[in-house]
C-alpha cells in the first residue's frame, strides 16, 4: 500500500507537466549547460512536494480562520509561517498581475460568451506567464519570451 501524504491521493497523483517543467528548467539555464533526466526528475519532485508544503500550511491556517476556502491571504501566511517571507512581495505582485490579466481577459470577452480558451490558447497564455514569472524572479533580466502559436510547428503538423 502506498502512503497517503495528500488527502485521498497516493504521491504518484501529484505531480506537475513533466514537458512543461522541463521546458521552465532549460530556460533557466545558460544554452551550454544540460540537466541529466534523473536532476531533472528530482527537480520536479521537489516542486511538488514545496507546492504540497505550501498547500498544507495554508489549509490548516484556513482550518484555524474557520474557513472553508483557501484564500491567497492564507498562502501568503503559509509561505510567512515556514520561513519564505523573502517571497512574499513576488508572489503578491505575481498574484497581483494575475487578477488583473484575468479582470482584463474576461472584461475583452474572452470569457465573457461562456466559452472557454482552447487547449492551444491556454498553453501559449500558461507559457507566457511562465516567462513574465521568471523575468520578475531574475531580477528582469531576461525579458519574457512572446510565442505566437500560430506560427509556430504543432506537433499535429
Not at 498562502?75 to 508572489?91: C, I, P, R, T
Not at 482584463?104 to 482552447?118: F, I, L, Q
Not at 498553453?123 to 525579458?143: H, I, T, V, W
Request: net charge negative; hydrophobic share 35%; proline share 5%.
Amino acid at each position: 500500500m502506498e502512503p497517503m501524504d495528500i488527502v485521498g491521493r497516493t504521491k504518484e497523483d501529484a505531480s506537475l507537466p513533466k514537458a512543461t517543467m522541463t521546458k521552465i528548467i532549460k530556460e533557466m539555464l545558460p544554452p551550454d549547460v544540460r540537466v541529466a533526466r534523473d536532476a531533472q526528475d528530482l527537480l520536479i519532485e521537489c516542486c511538488v512536494e514545496f507546492i504540497n508544503l505550501i498547500s498544507s500550511e495554508s489549509n490548516e491556517i484556513c482550518n484555524k480562520e474557520d474557513k472553508r476556502t483557501i484564500a491567497p491571504e492564507h498562502v501568503l501566511k503559509a509561505l510567512q509561517a515556514l520561513g519564505f517571507s523573502e517571497y512574499m512581495e513576488d508572489v503578491y505582485a505575481a498574484y497581483e498581475q494575475h487578477r488583473v490579466e484575468t479582470i482584463d481577459t474576461m472584461r475583452s470577452g474572452k470569457w465573457s460568451n461562456g466559452a472557454e480558451m482552447t487547449e492551444e490558447e491556454a498553453l501559449a497564455e500558461q507559457q507566457r506567464m511562465f516567462a513574465e514569472a521568471r523575468a520578475r524572479m531574475n531580477g528582469g533580466a531576461s525579458a519574457p519570451k512572446q510565442s505566437d502559436p500560430e506560427t509556430e510547428p504543432s506537433a499535429n503538423s
